[in-house]
């Protein structure tokens, strides 16, 4: 007995001393998120976008750059056309004299707004239909499960474009609730995104509603809601956490197509989409009309996309990672 507990003094003491320490699940997370550099890469990225959307009025105003609606005539050559970028207008101007960059900036607040609040909506409202379609099966499955196709049915981009056109008129639509600009492509993207985190959710829970822990919860009494909210909500997080991620850059291309086709923000407030739709005409001779707010554009969507797939490993147990 003695030399049993003098072994398991000796093995306690070896683990100190190797700095072998229980982690927590966030702790294996951010562990297995630090070691992939392009994940921390684009994060990082994100970081800043997001710090540069919050400060563009102090950017705009440190920098020395125009107010982003700021129209002047004299940075217009003798033709009329616009000038190129300057030491007074970083990014160049636009038709209109408007500092490029001041708008690119503030094409930033929108897109990333949009794109936050709208996946938000969608999230939600697709977590609580797939759940209910899920764990009641039945005719309440099939019920929502027909919905979800009838939508899915349905040329998105026309639907969103129909919807967007409609609510862009009078006075929005539901009594006013959505009005024309911001509120209508929010509304839309949430419309028609939310089918898809639904299917997602009811499969899962198709799957987790037959575990050994919701049957152990259900024998003690546990009512339908606590096993939904209490037992299987948890074991959602993570793949939520991924789609949420990976559906961000859609709703940031969607926002900037709704722009471009011009059903989007409205002006003279600054969209990526917009900008691109006017820059189509100018292009051959005002090329950084084009070309800046379209790498924003394109970095934007490329560092979702990565934080997205570097998310999915780092939350995934069975990925094996070097140490």
Known sequence: MTSTIDLARESSSEAEVSGIAAR????????????????MAALVFILLLVAVAVLAPLLVKLTGQRPPNDQS?????????PTGPTSENWFGVDPLGRSVF?????????????????????????????????????????????????????????????????????????????KPGLTVVIFVIAFV??????????GQVLSLREKEFVEAARSLGASNGRIIFREILPNLVAPIIVYSTLVIPQNIL???????LGVGVQPPNPSWGAMLADATEIFDTAWWYMVFPGVALLLTVLAFNLLGDGLQDALNPRVERST
């Open 24 to 39: 927590t699940p966030l702790e294996l997370f951010w562990r297995r998120l630090k070691q992939d550099r392009v994940a």
């Open 73 to 81: 005539t004299k940075f217009l050559d003798e033709f009329g056309t």
């Open 102 to 178: 001041s708008r690119v900036l503030y094409g930033a607040r929108v897109s990333l707004e949009v794109a936050i609040i709208a996946t938000a909506a969608s999230v939600a409202v697709g977590v609580v239909v797939g759940m209910t379609a899920g764990f009641f099966r039945g005719f309440v499955d099939t019920v929502l499960s027909r919905l979800i196709d009838v939508l899915l049915a349905f040329p998105i981009l026309l639907l969103a474009l129909g919807l967007a056109a409609a609510c862009s008129l009078g006075n929005g639509c539901l009594g006013g609730l959505i």
């Open 193 to 202: 995104n939310w089918t898809y985190i639904a299917r997602i959710i009811r």
């Open 254 to 260: 969607f926002e900037a197509a709704l722009s471009f």
